[in-house]
């Protein structure tokens, strides 16, 4: 603010423009004295609120005029009386008209001189990229609007996606536009230019090359890019003396090593889910993490639609079956047909008595009801050779891989549910042995370069290790250990701080690149803007370490798919390659290899390692490692079966809770969703402590303590800088994934801390609203989920909007509860499409998330869940804790056609479309609310605060120009995605055609992996939208209120064995 | 510059255009025609289904320089919707400055109508059409 002197001036102001500093209150102490001596004057009744208006103090009157005291003028003050006032309006107006007041500031139309090709401004583009993620990428096509990426969707022709995305897919548009990105390269925290790092880095690459590369090393991720892997691999054999390490903290070793271990060699594993009859899960979250996740989730649900009408999307012939054995209840277990709670420490029990149930050796000593529950899943597997798959989780250990492998090999899957390829990542090593070795060798002082590329260490290595000591000054040595650490990241992050050149990173929308997908496919990773800041690419900075220091990208990636592809015509080769997503031929064939490995050479099992507790580490279901902490949408995302956000927890199963007198406390909202009081624990393990929230997770496996990791971070940005508690702190080298402990480890600090929860509440009190049953119930009475109360059709003499003759369009969307886990990809898709607001963990404590598709979970106890009906039985009331069963349902507006809403509106802000939409009209909200009083469904969200951020200019970037940016005071909701209806509607006419089905995707439809939610015109019998409706399964929520609801569902059947009571 | 490269080639008038296109700098062209945000208007569909430039923006191969013929209001734009068939001009009539309905546009409306499957006033005036 600038401190310019005030000109001198006559206040003939109005009042209203009184500068701030100009009041002024003087602080007079209560004459009580005086009040007294007025009450005795006083005759009569008097009424009064405090002591300051009884003594009728002249200051405090003034206070009371004011709406906020002692921070604004007052808009009422006396001073200028109301003729005045209006005489000075009068006047300024009369001056106004004199320059031109009534018409806006100009807008102005600037045409391309020279217009893209393809381009008409108004009209998006989509083009086809990849995201890296891990040993795979997921195909993409990213809507463009006039240049900028407003909107990722997945690339129906490419393998990993099929055209769906996952959380991450959907939410990285976000870390394109993050705010608080490093813009540019800086040593040791002082801003430097590409040309200084290339002076630098050139002339350590001299160094490099008279000493063979001795001291240098490289620490990366997983890395899966051709293109990268050609780099670094040029850049070893030229230095070779240098080293490459991995690390990669949320992946584990365990599908690596376990591969070696049964083969002798690293492969890759390619599941073909869609073949199995029966499926078990040791441990693995397949559906929604790991390699392949979208492509696995669509295949696995195509055996579990029940459409008879839809025989393009079943395959197989009957449903099949899942068990999961888990220790903590994630969103595959969710989706089991048979959930088996079980310590981490057990699985490999278990794995290894299954082994030895098929006759290949070894033996593992298991509880009887365990061994009981595992004969009956042998015999459900024997049963359909061929057509099983046994999967082990990411973060298990070596031998359960190695041993679902054996098994698999015995079922004779292989070939059928699975296959083998070459390794996806570029240079499988052992992560945790690569990551220590670059530990020690600092230790011995043989580093003396370290480029870190796409990891963040200082944050995510084990503590053991000590990454910050390596990195830093050392006082005994009096040098630092590693003379020059170079770090390329996104952030300027926890590790950052260490470095001494930090080069910030392109995102992936920004560069070119190439990536494998989970079955070796490639596509060319294609820029949609250029780099908003001055970033560069992991290429550029490998680049310039090498003879080739201006290489730039795009020549990097044409020049290796020309090398590799010799014999064609290469630019028509090119556009077709950037056209289509996917460089043709480049899916990995399935190769042969034999099994050298016998469970029986397996050590026995350490018994006495099992504590009374067992600590897990697991990756974020929002956050993963702790790379998306700063990532806004991601962190206000309910997490699939915690619903928390904001904050992770230290998960615990409600035994050992009780045990440790661990409790919730919901102080409003009957505890629906909100605030949840959650008891404040300190965990002393491994030699280190970290204090965390304790959050009771029904269906976790007794004395099991899940450490969510990704949070706690302390220099992530805005978003995600000290949200939750950091569990990389107390997670070291040898108790990576689980560290048993004794219970005295926790401690209860007697203190509340507060989760913003946004569904703490399962209980659906017997209203029509989840149905579920089994496949036998399902077969014996189809239409177990309509209800006996819905009123019939003609029986209201008002003629309202449901009696309104829709001839033409007739908008409807069918939600597949058999297909929906929970995953959260439709919220976040939404989030994007529809410029939806993030309102922070104070608001969402007061329930005002503001998405517009929510997802529901609810634990159920069989009995009642199959009739819809309460038993009246309080226990009806408690789920079974230890081992619900859960089920997801996604609840959009439900467009009903007699809306609720639409009656109570005392300005006609929500109206009815002549397709059947419940329209939202911004522009005549008034903020009542009564819409959302009345709303059944609670589907309605009011802009309490300005949640937008109209200022941050990365923002605007982003937003979708085709929807509107809601203002304070207004309610919005779901609109069925109108503007991409209004799109499909107007191509459609001008054709003169009637919309064919399929030409509208609604945002969350074309992000569901699972292809759960259907959208299209009711009218069209032959639409996909219109079968479905007309399937036995299908239902409305709460019909009985006689709402008509647009949206409906395809009530959830599960394929329980008979042989197992409901576990 | 397409046809100024051909026609007027050299009129000062032009000036600005030819500058355009030695520079790469785009002309500021000042809109005219401007419409509220929350208004989400689709030029091309007006168009295809045969409603004329003249129509909504007057006679701008009369005028010396442009102005808002008609006042793009609200209540405006909504008069047409609930009654567009005495705007349906034949389709090679579109580009057409000059041209009047005939005595018997009532019926040729309807007929364009009909044949261009026209939505209904309820569809054309739902809010959604045109506000999201």
């Known amino acids: 603010m600038n401190e310019q002197p005030q000109p001198e001036h006559k206040d003939d102001r109005p009042a209203i423009d009184v500068h701030l500093g100009d009041l002024s209150f003087p602080e007079r102490p209560l004459d009580l004295a005086a009040v007294r001596a007025k009450l005795q004057s006083k005759t009569g009744k008097q009424y009064w609120r405090t002591l300051e208006e009884l003594a009728e103090d002249p200051a405090f009157e003034e206070l009371l005029h004011r709406e906020f005291p002692r921070q604004a003028p007052s808009e009422w003050d006396d001073s200028v009386d109301r003729r005045d006032f209006l005489k000075l309006m009068a006047a300024s107006l009369a001056l106004a008209g004199l320059s031109g007041c009534g018409r806006e500031p100009e807008q102005y139309l600037v045409p391309y001189v020279k217009q893209p090709d393809g381009m008409v401004p108004g009209k998006p583009l989509f083009f086809a990229t990849a995201m890296p993620f891990g040993a795979d990428s997921i195909g993409l096509l990213v809507e463009s609007h006039e240049g900028r990426p407003t909107k990722i969707e997945g690339n129906p022709d490419h393998p990993s996606s099929l055209g769906a995305t996952n959380v991450f897919a959907q939410a990285s548009i976000l870390d394109l536009y993050d705010p608080d990105r490093a813009q540019t390269v800086t040593k040791a925290g002082e801003i430097q230019t590409w040309s200084q790092f290339l002076d630098v880095a050139q002339a350590l690459a001299a160094t490099f090359r008279s000493t063979r590369g001795e001291g240098l090393r490289f620490l990366t991720g997983i890395i899966n890019s051709p293109v990268l892997t050609a780099q670094l691999e040029s850049i070893l054999t030229r230095y070779p003396l240098a080293k490459w390490h991995q690390w990669e903290p949320a992946v584990g070793d365990g599908t690596r090593e376990g591969a070696k271990l049964a083969f002798g060699r690293y492969v890759n594993t390619v599941y073909r889910p869609e073949n199995a009859d029966v499926i078990l899960s040791l441990d693995s979250d397949f559906l929604v993490s790991g390699p392949g996740n979208v492509r696995y989730m669509r295949e696995f649900y195509r055996r579990r639609k029940l459409n008879e009408s839809a025989q393009a999307d079943r395959v197989g012939s009957e449903m099949s079956r899942l068990y999961v054995v888990e220790p903590t209840p994630s969103v595959t277990g969710s989706s089991a047909d048979h959930r088996l709670p079980l310590r981490y420490a057990e699985i490999a029990r278990f794995a290894r008595a299954l082994a030895a149930k098929f006759g290949l050796g070894g033996s593992g000593k298991l509880d009887p009801n365990i061994e009981k529950w595992l004969d009956t899943v042998v015999k459900d597997l024997k049963k359909h050779p061929r057509r099983t798959l046994v999967v082990a989780g990411e973060q298990q250990p070596a031998e359960v891989h190695a041993l679902a492998h054996a098994i698999n090999a015995s079922l004779g899957n292989v070939g059928t549910t699975l296959y083998y390829t070459e390794p996806v990542e570029a240079h499988p090593v052992n992560h945790l042995e690569s990551l220590r070795e670059l530990c020690a060798d600092t230790e011995n002082g043989k580093v003396s370069t370290l480029i870190i590329v796409g990891v963040n260490p200082v944050y995510t290595a084990p503590h053991d290790f000590d990454f910050a000591g390596k990195l830093r000054f050392d006082e005994k040595l009096g040098k630092k250990k590693i003379e020059t650490v170079i770090y390329i990241s996104p952030h300027f992050d926890e590790t950052a701080q260490y470095c001494d050149w930090h080069v910030a990173e392109s995102h992936y929308l920004e560069t070119w690149g190439d990536a494998r997908a989970f079955d070796g496919t490639v596509s060319v990773v294609q820029p949609l803007i250029a780099p908003l800041y001055k970033t560069h690419s992991v290429h550029e900075t490998l680049a310039a370490f090498t003879d080739e220091p201006g290489l730039s990208d795009y020549d990097a990636v044409r020049d290796r798919l020309q090398a590799e592809n010799p014999a064609v015509d290469f630019e028509k080769f090119w556009r077709k390659t950037l056209n289509d997503g996917v460089v043709a031929g480049t899916t990995f064939p399935p190769i042969n290899v034999s099994l050298k490995f016998t469970p029986a050479s397996l050590p026995p099992v350490n018994e006495s390692s099992a504590g009374e507790l067992e600590f897990l580490f697991r990756p974020d279901p929002s956050i993963y490692d702790g790379r998306f902490a700063n990532n806004g949408w991601l962190q206000e995302l309910p997490k699939p079966v915690t619903k928390l956000t904001w904050d992770n927890a230290a998960l615990v199963s409600p035994k050992t809770a009780q045990k440790l007198d661990l409790t919730h406390t919901i102080p409003s909202r009957g505890g629906e969703h909100g605030q949840v009081l959650s008891d404040v624990i300190d965990i002393a393990l491994s030699g280190s402590k970290v204090t965390a929230a304790a959050w009771i997770l029904p269906g976790q496996a007794e004395g099991v303590v899940v450490l969510p990791l990704g949070y706690g971070r302390k220099k992530a940005g805005y978003a995600g800088t000290n949200k939750g508690f950091n569990a990389y702190v107390v997670r070291t080298s040898n108790t990576l994934w689980a560290a048993p402990a004794p219970a005295g480890v926790i401690r209860k600090t007697g203190n509340g801390y507060p989760m913003a929860c946004t569904q703490y509440h399962f209980n659906m009190e017997s209203r029509h609203i989840m149905m579920t049953a089994t496949l036998e119930e399902y077969r014996k009475n189809p239409n177990f989920a309509k209800s006996e109360e819905t009123p019939p059709e003609n029986d209201s003499l008002y003629k309202g909007e449901a009696e309104f003759p829709y001839k033409r369009d007739k908008w409807a969307m069918s939600i597949d509860l058999n297909s929906c886990n929970g995953c959260n990809a439709c919220i976040i898709a939404c989030q994007a499409e529809n410029n939806i607001a ?127 940016v809601r203002s304070r005071g207004v309610m919005e909701k779901c609109t069925y995605c109108v503007q991409r209806i209004d799109r499909a509607r107007i191509e ?76 | 510059m397409n046809c100024h490269s051909v026609l007027f080639k050299n009129a000062d008038y032009l000036e600005p255009v030819r500058e355009s296109y030695r520079t790469g700098e785009s002309i500021k062209w000042i809109k005219i025609h401007r419409l509220a945000d929350f208004v989400y208007f689709d030029h091309s569909i007006h168009v295809n289904k045969g409603i004329g430039c003249s129509t909504c923006h007057g006679r701008v191969d009369e005028m010396p320089l442009v102005f808002q013929a008609n006042t793009l209001l609200m209540q405006w734009c909504i008069d047409c919707h609930r009654n567009p068939e005495p705007y349906l001009r034949p389709m090679d009539q579109v580009y057409v400055m000059d041209w009047r309905p005939g005595p018997n546009q009532e019926e040729l409306g309807k007929e364009f109508a009909r044949e261009r499957n026209l939505r209904t006033t309820a569809e054309l005036t739902s809010c959604s059409t045109c506000h999201r």
């Open chain 1, 988 to 1063: 459609a006419d001008k054709k003169n055609q009637p919309v064919a089905d399929g030409a509208i995707v609604t945002a969350c439809a074309q992000a569901c992996p699972a292809q759960a939610i259907v959208f299209g015109n009711a009218n069209d019998p032959n639409s996909r939208v219109a079968k479905l409706r007309a399937q036995q399964r299908n239902y409305q929520i709460m019909p009985e209120l006689n709402t008509r609801a647009r949206t409906t569902y395809l009530a959830a059947v599960r394929n329980p064995n008979s042989e197992l009571d409901n576990a």
């Open chain 1, 838 to 964: 993030v309102v922070g963990k104070d608001q969402v404590m007061r329930a005002r998330e503001m998405h517009w598709i929510r997802v529901d979970r609810y634990y159920t106890n069989t009995a009642s869940s199959a009739t819809g009906q309460s038993t009246g039985d309080p226990s009806e009331y408690q789920p079974a804790l230890e081992n619900p069963e859960t089920f997801f349902q996604p609840v959009p507006c439900q467009q009903c056609e007699n809306a609720p809403c639409e009656e109570v509106c005392p300005v006609g802000a929500t109206v009815h479309s002549a397709e059947g939409l419940n329209d939202m009209v911004y522009q005549r909200c008034v903020g009542t609310r009564y819409c959302s009083n009345n709303c059944p469904y609670k589907v309605r969200r009011f802009n309490f605060l300005r949640f937008q951020d109209w200022e941050t200019p990365q923002f605007k970037l982003m937003r979708n120009p085709e929807v509107t």
